[in-house]
């Protein structure tokens, strides 16, 4: 289980950015983060990935404080970060890039069927540079890919939809499904998207810094249909 305890961020140039956030990430469960443009969603998962030191609160991955642990020690813990906006690697290939996250030297098989899951066809990506030459999708994509080649326990995807175009969706929601049913495995995704809160287990909705709501889909989309925008105003705004 990976668990957040009344988190608080302070930024020099933003105070109360995350405001006392309580949240259990558990595993074989699909857990969806989702509410209006800057409410902290990604500061969350900064948070978690290590990207951010929490101000007060704590972190605990399977009991164990990870609060101050770098990223680096958090990745050797088994958390993997896919980006909002990925990371160019220049001179790096995808080969490598695919390599680096899995930790081995991947077979081209397994390589291939992770590109497939994201849409590309392995042999135009494999051997080119992870850098700006290649489109805001196929970045998105190959960024997608090097986190699914990760034996990582907890597994974070921030906006994973964004520029991803209809087809290559389907195939990526089809992984996401497979991957919600490894019991072994908690899926954290950051979303927008209504056909990824359709396949969550939990809906958790972040506004303002804090926990606007939290439950089952079943409880959550409701209230996200019915209201619209407004049903993301934490409580004490004036929607309530
Ligand atoms: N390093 C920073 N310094 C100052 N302000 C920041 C920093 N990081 C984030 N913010 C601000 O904090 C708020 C929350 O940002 P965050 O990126 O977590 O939002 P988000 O919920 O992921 O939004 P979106 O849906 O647009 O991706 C925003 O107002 C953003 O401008
Ligand atoms: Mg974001």
Redesign the pocket.
Known sequence: MLSLKDIRLD?P??EN?INGVSLDIAPGKLTVIT??????????AKLIAGIYTPTAGSITLDDEDITSMSVTERANKGIAYAF?VPVSFKGVTVRKLMSISAGNDMSEMKMCRILEKVGLCARDYMDRDMDSRLSGGEMKRIEIATVLARPAKYILF??PEAGIDLWSFASLIDAFEKLKKDEDRALLI?S?QERILDIADDIVV?SD?VIARKGSRDEVMPTLSQGGARAYCPRGKEMF
């Open positions: 930024l140039e933003k950015l509410g209006p443009n800057g409410g902290g969603k990604t500061s969350i909002q921030d906006e950051i927008h972040i810094g």
